[in-house]
Every structure is written in structure tokens, then in C-alpha cells.
């Protein structure tokens, strides 16, 4: 998933660092002046949708999260993070490699359609097709026939669908993998996996502008009108009457609020002009505590962050104990609670503490420890100098400045750090061989299971087209991969999953650096506030106070 | 009169048509690709990248995609699309109005309060009240309108609020209709107020010494004519010349005023659009902002002859 909220806050960080600082706390609730007239909707903080509401297209968080009121998962996550069932009935396989996905009866399209089975597989095959150009293409690469419709740069599709989907019936559909993947399940519940109804592609075979300004779903909100992306400053829902699942009491009006600035947008619930901000800025978080109290929270966030090393490119950083020097000579404590104010936590493993599979401590390389660090790296004989690449457009200076400040002083080295434009500049340097230094990289997952943190980064058949960007390479690492994914259930592919994350634990080919945490916080007229593991509301709990 | 006006309108035509090029190289020449921002911190999937390239004609040398563009703009009136597939007309349309109305309030506040403090401190040369405005006017250039923008925000929408409970000048947005300009308003005007005022003073202050002004009072003329018709309007040339070329800094350049109170306005795409390579959007964004520099520079040249009769356009 891509984080157009790095981008948002280039606008409003980098403009508005100054920020908050002005913020006395202590502030007292008075209650908001009611809206004459109607009922005042639930009023939610995003930034700008990046592309048009097309399921198939979204791949950054703000569009999905508009899509995920519109829209209802087949899958969603329980407390235990676990996917259940929410417009399937049921998901089944025997192999993890056909899976059986059984639509639960009374889901309807916003137009009062029902909706079958294939609505699923015209919206997978849309977004698999490669003339389609769809961002969440790649979702669809495990399915088989996936290389038919999808073949790479330069070459022409031989089919339009895969043949890895089959409409049982009405309500049945067959998907077969290429190989067998026993965490699908989990994947079921993102965006690109979604339906579209048959009237969203329009006589050319593109969807429709008005599909993508007024989205039709079959989830619990509808949009009032259509969306004009760059004008409209809001998005209108109301609950959709004939919505099978769960809906909100005592509300049916919500409004999603676009904002350039995360430290407006705080303002703005201050002042009880807004209910929900899931993005407050750093800057505000000591006085939002205060302010808010109860109404604020702090939980983990799928996401991390690393300092990447060029393993392929370079072979200064071939040596593992120069990699586990760098990584021991970083104070993550006081980067995490004093560059990020604690909006970060210290990690200690590749699995992120919000997904299943996180194992608090296995990273023994990840504690401080300068002294053991400096000796290692002289044995090993680390480089005398490091640069250490960012990108300028995410407000990463300051922690890579920080992590170069550690290097410096705990391993008696020089380090350079050196921006770029764009995270993209990077690799274009990497691959140019102008520049071998290590680099900034951070992970936001696409589907929350363990093996995202593995394959997409670190296997083999990554590099080059996946985000294995430092060529690292492990047979043994692919191959325990490999065995969980053909486990035949999801608790027994963990295992290995684990066993591969321990490779990675030695080798170290990337330095996990820190994990995001979500900080976000509600107005006084709202309750009970949740946030799912795609960070996402789960707004039927919402209550009015 | 009229005559003049048309040839200054065609003037304009080889300047606007330059204007495109020239941003449309710029934009070219940055660094980066812009299908590859599309994807954020993800490298992307080469064949859609491919697929995408092809569809907005990036694969093409500069000058076929310059013809793209304006054919379509003179012949079609279409200015094209952003990635996400909007048109730009649309977007355009949406953004001026806001920047507009917000660009309108700064100039209208500038003229009234700068020009008004600066007279007041130009018939009080010297005084107390003179000292008073000079040094405030010091400070709300020094201060920038970062600062000024979020002090004010907190006080006047946040506090203000949560003390009285009425909602005089909103946070942000603009769904308060015009209240909703009057805080970014002066926010944005604050520092051409601050210069406003001390032009005004300087300009009438000049003027005042002038002999024909003498000759006035010595007409028996009262004061009240004498500063509002010999004076003020002799000093007003330069007040205007700098209003005319304001407009159209308050309408590009609007960035951070326009962040602060979530006001979605041209300043901001712009900001954006650089960032996203949208060529497309920064070149319609900055003809139109040529536009309006080129019509404020006349609308001024016609004012200088109202204001000073001996000024003539034939």
C-alpha cells in the first residue's frame, strides 16, 4: 500500500513545522453549536483521494478509506486479527491452493441490484488486465492465469480473464492459485479485492468517470452525490437502508472531510468542527494527550521502518557483522520518543506487533549496545565512511540525521547523509551504480499476515520487480517461505513464516529501525471509536454521545 | 482609449502562448518520473508503468507533446487531464473561485486598512500615532505568515470559540461562506498592509509638501479637500501600481495561507501539481495566473489616467 499521506505532509509538515508550538493545553470542552436543520453528519479527517473511487485503482490509504465505507470486505479482522467472514458466507480450501468463496445472500448494489459471484471476478480480471494499467494489479499475481492477462512491459495479454476464476454459480466462486498460498484469506479483505457492479465499466471497457466520482457498492454507506476530486472539499454518505450487516444507531449521515494539513485538521477538533483525525501530527501529540484525554489513542500501526542495505550493489555491507554493528550502534529509544514523540515504538523484529506472527525481542541485534558495536565493526572491517539515502518528501531528515549522529558517534566513522528528490531517485541510483550507500526504506503492508513482511521484500523473486531493493538473496529463507505458504492452514504456515523471519533475524539485510504507531484521536459527540488493522473505522460500533 | 486596450489584449496573445511554452520545458526538465511518483515509495509494476507512459504520451519528445497539449487547448478548448483522469478545466474551475474570493478579501483589506492607517499616519507625522503605526507595521512584516496565519488560527477560530461557543471566524473551510475568508484574508494580506501603509504615508507625506498643495490651503480650501482631493489623489499612482501587481501575488502564492485554513485553492495545487509533474495542470495554472497579471497591469495603466488627467492613451 502507498502512503500518499508521506506526500500530504510534505505540504503541511514542511510548510508547518512551526506548528503547534503556540498550544497551551488545558483547554476546556465546550459544547459545539448545533446545526440548524437535519442531522449533523459524523465528520471524518482524509486527505485527498489520489486517484478517482475505483476500488481496482486505490492503493493509498485515503481513497481507501472513503471505499471502505462504500464497500464491504469479504473478509474482515476480528480482535485476534483474524480474518472472518463478512460478505462471504464462507471461505474454504483443502489444498490452499482452490479456495471455495461462498457469497452470503441479501447483499444488494446501492441501485438495488443483488450482487453475484461475478461481480467478483469482472472486478479481479479488470484489475489483473494489464491494458487496464489498475495499481492493484499485482494483488491478482498468485492466481493462476494471472501471466496470461498480465505479461510483463512490452508484451501483449492472450487473454482477458484468468482462468484461475470460475463462477460456480451465483453465489459460488472457484479461485485456483498458481501455487498454493495458504494465507489467501487474509488477503480477501483489501480493496482490490472488492466487487464491481456490472454498470461501472463503461462501451469503451473503462470504468466510467461516474463510477469513479460516485462509486456504486454494496457496503453499509452510499455516496449522496458525486464526488468532483479537486473541487469538492467533502465526500457526503448515508447509511444505505438495505445493508444486510450491522449498521450505526442513532446516525446515518457521515462526511469525510479533505484537508491539506494534518495540523489544521487538529485545529479543526479543537474547535468540534471534526470528530475523527487518525493522523494527528507529530507536533500535536503532547498537547493532544492533554487535551483530549480519554478521546486519544495510541495503537500500533502495521507499518516500519528500516535503513536498507545495498547487499547487491555494494560489497562493503556483504560482511553480516558490519550490518549487525551498524544496526547495534542505533539508539532506537531516543529516536523513536524524541525525534518522533513517540509516535514510532523501537523495533525489534521484521513481523510488525500489530500482525500475528510478532515476536516481541527477536531481534538481538536491534538493542543498543555502542560498545559492542564499535568492536564488531572494527573485526568485521566496516567502510570508514557511509552515505545514507532518503528521500527528501516523506519528513524523514530528521530521524536519518539522528541514526547518522549514532553512527558517528558509536562506531568512529564518517556518514553523509544524502537526500533525494523522491524514494524513486534511490533506486534509480542504486540501480545506475550511482550511489551505493545505504539507503531509508519503509514497509506499509498490502495484507496483514506475517509472509508480507517476508516475500514482497526479501524473496528472491522480488528483486526486480517486487521491493527487494537491496538484492538480498537466501535459498533457505525462500525455500521455509515457500513451505508456508503451501501449509494447509493459516496457525501452520506461521510457523514457518517464523523460521524464516529468524534467517532474516541473522542475516539482517535490512536494519529494522522503528514501527509506526497510529495516533488519532474523536470529538466529544462520538464514541466508541476503533480502528481496524487497515486502519481503517469500523462504523457501524460509532456511537453518537 | 479603446484602441489601446485591443492592442494591449493582442499583445498579450505571443506572451501567454510564450508563458505555456516556457512552463511546459520547465516542467519537462525537472528531474524524476512522473509515472514513478504515482506509486509512492513502491517501485512500479514496469508494465503498468508502461501502459500508463504510453496513455499520457511521456514516451513522446518534448515538442509532439507540447502539440498535444496546446492543439488540443486552441482547437478543442481542452486543457487537458491530471493523472488521475480530471480534467483540468474542472479543477481549474473549483480552485479560482476559492483563491479568488480569498485574493479579492486580502486586496480589499489591504486597500482599506493600509491605505486608511497609512493617511492617518501621514496627517500625524511625527506623533505619537505615527510611531504607533510604523512600528506595528515593522512588526507584522517581520512576523511570517506562518506565525500570523496559526496564532490567529488558535485564538480567533479555536479559543474563541471554546470560550463563547459562537463560531465568528471559522477553523478552516470554507463552509461558512464569506466569514470563511476573513481570517486567511488578513492573513494573507498582512504583510502587503503592513507595506501599503508605509507607501501611503511616504507618498502622501510627499505630496503634501508639494506647492500645490500650499496653494490650496492658501486658496481657503479646507483641510478636508485639500488632503482628499489634491493630496490623497496625487499620492494614489504608486498605491496603485503596487495593488494591481499584488493581485496577482496573492493569487499564486497563497501556499501556506491556503494549507493553514484547509482553503483548496490554486496556490496549493500548483504546489501539488509541481511536486506530481502534472504538466498539464501547472501549465493551465500559470496561464491563467499570466492572465490575470496582464489584466491588472492594464486595468492599472488605465487607473494612472484617471487618477492624472495629463496621462493620455491614444
Given at each position: ?10 505540504a ?11 498550544c ?31 476500488p ?9 478509506e472513503?471505499?471502505a ?7 474482515r479482522?476480528?480482535?485476534n ?14 489444498d ?16 438495488g ?10 472486478a479481479w480480471?479488470?484489475?489483473a488486465?494489464q ?13 493462476d492465469?494471472?501471466?496470461?492477462v ?12 484468468m482462468?484461475?476464476l ?10 485456483t ?5 495458504s ?17 461501472a ?14 462509486p ?8 449522496d452525490?458525486?464526488y ?6 467533502t465526500?457526503?454518505?448515508s ?6 450487516g ?6 446515518t449521515?457521515?462526511q ?21 483525525h487518525?493522523?494527528?501530527?507529530a ?14 489513542f ?11 542495505t ?6 562493503d ?18 529516536i523513536?520518543?524524541?525525534?518522533f ?27 543498543y ?14 567502510p570508514?565512511?557511509?552515505?545514507l539515502?532518503?528521500?527528501n ?6 530521524w ?6 549514532n553512527?558517528?558517534a ?5 556518514v ?11 533506486l534509480?541510483?542504486l ?14 503492508i498490502?495484507y ?9 521484500i526479501?524473496?528472491?523473486g522480488?528483486?526486480g520487480?517486487?521491493s527487494?531493493?537491496?538484492?538480498y ?5 525462500d525455500e ?17 513464516y ?24 474523536h470529538s466529544?459527540?462520538v ?11 469500523n462504523?457501524?460500533?460509532?456511537e453518537?454521545? | 482609449m ?9 499583445q ?10 516556457l ?26 508503468a508502461e ?35 480530471i ?9 479560482f473561485?476559492?483563491?479568488?474570493n ?5 486586496l ?8 486608511g492607517l497609512?493617511?492617518?499616519a ?12 510604523l ?16 496564532v490567529?488560527?488558535l485564538?480567533?477560530g479555536?479559543?474563541?470559540k ?12 470554507t ?16 504583510t502587503?498592509?503592513?507595506y501599503?501603509t508605509?507607501?501611503?504615508r ?8 508639494a506647492?500645490y ?15 482628499g ?13 503596487y ?18 485554513f ?15 509533474r ?8 500559470v ?12 486595468v492599472?495603466?488605465?487607473l ?11
Amino acid at each position: 500500500m502507498r502512503v500518499t499521506k508521506g506526500a500530504r505532509i510534505v505540504a503541511g509538515t514542511a510548510l508547518l513545522a512551526l506548528a503547534v508550538a503556540a498550544c497551551g493545553g488545558g483547554a476546556s470542552d465546550s459544547g459545539g453549536t448545533a446545526a440548524g436543520g437535519g442531522e449533523t453528519p459524523v465528520r471524518m479527517e482524509i486527505g485527498e483521494p489520489q486517484e478517482l473511487l475505483n476500488p481496482q485503482n486505490t492503493t493509498e490509504t485515503e481513497g481507501s478509506e472513503v471505499l471502505a465505507a462504500v464497500f464491504s470486505p469479504l473478509v474482515r479482522y476480528d480482535e485476534n486479527k483474524q480474518p472472518v467472514e463478512e460478505a462471504a458466507e464462507s471461505i474454504t480450501t483443502t489444498d490452499s491452493k482452490v479456495w471455495t468463496i461462498k457469497l452470503k445472500s441479501g447483499y444488494t448494489w446501492h441501485d438495488g441490484t443483488p450482487v453475484t459471484a461475478a461481480d467478483y471476478a469482472r472486478a479481479w480480471n479488470f484489475a489483473a488486465l494489464q491494458d487496464n494499467a489498475m495499481s492493484s494489479s499485482y494483488f491478482f499475481g498468485r492466481v493462476d492465469g494471472y501471466e496470461d492477462v498480465h505479461p510483463g512491459e512490452g508484451k501483449t495479454p492472450s487473454a482477458k480473464e484468468m482462468k484461475g476464476l470460475k463462477v460456480v454459480d451465483d453465489s459460488t466462486l472457484e479461485v485456483t492459485l498458481a501455487a498454493p498460498f495458504s494465507q489467501f484469506k487474509t488477503m480477501l479483505g483489501y480493496t482490490a479485492f472488492y466487487p464491481m457492479p456490472k454498470s461501472a465499466i463503461g462501451p469503451d471497457g473503462k470504468v466510467t468517470q461516474a463510477f469513479g466520482e460516485q462509486p456504486i457498492g454494496q457496503g453499509l454507506f452510499k455516496l449522496d452525490k458525486p464526488y468532483k476530486k479537486g473541487t469538492d472539499p467533502t465526500i457526503e454518505l448515508s447509511v444505505y437502508d438495505k445493508f444486510p450487516g450491522k449498521k450505526p444507531t442513532g446516525w446515518t449521515k457521515l462526511q469525510f472531510k479533505v484537508y491539506t494539513s494534518s495540523e489544521t485538521a487538529w485545529n479543526d477538533l479543537q474547535a468540534e468542527n471534526l470528530d475523527i483525525h487518525d493522523s494527528l501530527p507529530a507536533t500535536a501529540i503532547s498537547t493532544a494527550k492533554q487535551v483530549l484525554g480519554d478521546r486519544y489513542f495510541d495503537e500500533p500501526d502495521a507499518s516500519i521502518g528500516y535503513i536498507g542495505t545495498p547487499l547487491k550493489y555494494n560489497k562493503d555491507f556483504q560482511n553480516v557483522d558490519v550490518r549487525k554493528a551498524i544496526s547495534m550502534a542505533i539508539d532506537r529509544k531516543t529516536i523513536t520518543d524524541t525525534v518522533f514523540s513517540g509516535t514510532r515504538s523501537p523495533a525489534d523484529d521484521f513481523i510488525n506487533p500489530a500482525i500475528p506472527g510478532y515476536r516481541q525481542g527477536a531481534c538481538e541485534a536491534c538493542t543498543y549496545n555502542p560498545a559492542e558495536a564499535k568492536k564488531l565493526y572494527e573485526a568485521a572491517g566496516g567502510p570508514k565512511t557511509i552515505e545514507l539515502g532518503y528521500n527528501n518528501d516523506g519528513g524523514h531528515k530528521e530521524w536519518i540525521e539522528a541514526v547518522a549522529n549514532n553512527l558517528r558517534a558509536n562506531l568512529g566513522i564518517e556518514v553523509t547523509p544524502k537526500p533525494f528528490e523522491k524514494f524513486q531517485g534511490i533506486l534509480d541510483a542504486l540501480d545506475s551504480k550511482e550511489y551505493k550507500g545505504l539507503f531509508r526504506m519503509g514497509w506499509a503492508i498490502d495484507y496483514p499476515a506475517a509472509e508480507n513482511y517476508l516475500t514482497p521484500i526479501f524473496g528472491t523473486g522480488a528483486i526486480g520487480t517486487g521491493s527487494n531493493y537491496g538484492g538480498y538473496s537466501n535459498k533457505d529463507f525462500d525455500e521455509l517461505v515457500a513451505k508456508g505458504d503451501q501449509a494447509t492452514d493459516s496457525a501452520e504456515g506461521l510457523k514457518f513464516y517464523q523460521q524464516a523471519d529468524d534467517i532474516l533475524l541473522k542475516d539482517l539485510p535490512y536494519i529494522p529501525v522503528y514501527f509506526y504507531r497510529s495516533n488519532f484521536g474523536h470529538s466529544t459527540k462520538v464514541k466508541n471509536v476503533k480502528l481496524n488493522l487497515l486502519n481503517q473505522i469500523n462504523w457501524a460500533d460509532i456511537e453518537k454521545a | 482609449m479603446g484602441r489601446y486596450v485591443i492592442r494591449r489584449l493582442i499583445q498579450a496573445i505571443p506572451v501567454l502562448l510564450g508563458a505555456t511554452l516556457l512552463i511546459f520545458c520547465i516542467v519537462f526538465a525537472l528531474p524524476g518520473d512522473p509515472i514513478a511518483a504515482l506509486f509512492g515509495d513502491k517501485r512500479p509494476d514496469p508494465a503498468i508503468a508502461e501502459v500508463l507512459r504510453e496513455q499520457y504520451h511521456l514516451n513522446d519528445p518534448l515538442l509532439l507533446q507540447y502539440w498535444y497539449y496546446i492543439s488540443g487547448v486552441l482547437f478543442r478548448g481542452d486543457f487537458g487531464v491530471n493523472f488521475a483522469d480530471i480534467p483540468v478545466s474542472q479543477i481549474m474551475a473549483g480552485k479560482f473561485q476559492i483563491t479568488l474570493n480569498l485574493a479579492l478579501t486580502a486586496l480589499t483589506m489591504e486597500a482599506v486598512i493600509g491605505v486608511g492607517l497609512g493617511l492617518w499616519a501621514a496627517l500625524r507625522r511625527g506623533k505619537a500615532t505615527d510611531t504607533m503605526i510604523l512600528a506595528s507595521t515593522l512588526l507584522l512584516i517581520s512576523v511570517p505568515t506562518l506565525v500570523t496565519g496559526f496564532v490567529l488560527q488558535l485564538l480567533l477560530g479555536v479559543k474563541l470559540k471554546q470560550w463563547t461557543g459562537a463560531d465568528i471566524f471559522p477553523v478552516a473551510g470554507t463552509f461558512a461562506g464569506w466569514r470563511s475568508y476573513l481570517l486567511p484574508g488578513f492573513v494573507l494580506a498582512g504583510t502587503s498592509i503592513a507595506y501599503l501603509t508605509r507607501l501611503t504615508r511616504t507618498s502622501l507625506a510627499e505630496t503634501l509638501r508639494a506647492d500645490y498643495i500650499r496653494t490650496a490651503t492658501a486658496k481657503g480650501l479646507s483641510r478636508r479637500r485639500v488632503v482628499g482631493r489634491h493630496g490623497l489623489r496625487n499620492a494614489l499612482i504608486p498605491l496603485v501600481t503596487y495593488l494591481g501587481a499584488d493581485l496577482g501575488n496573492l493569487m499564486g502564492g497563497a501556499v501556506i495561507t491556503e494549507t493553514i485554513f484547509n482553503l483548496q485553492g490554486i496556490g496549493n495545487q500548483l504546489f501539488t501539481s509541481v511536486y506530481l509533474r502534472e504538466q498539464p495542470v501547472v501549465v493551465g495554472i500559470v496561464t491563467v495566473l499570466v492572465l490575470v497579471y496582464i489584466l491588472a497591469n492594464l486595468v492599472v495603466d488605465l487607473l494612472y489616467a484617471v487618477l492624472d488627467p495629463r496621462i493620455r492613451y491614444e
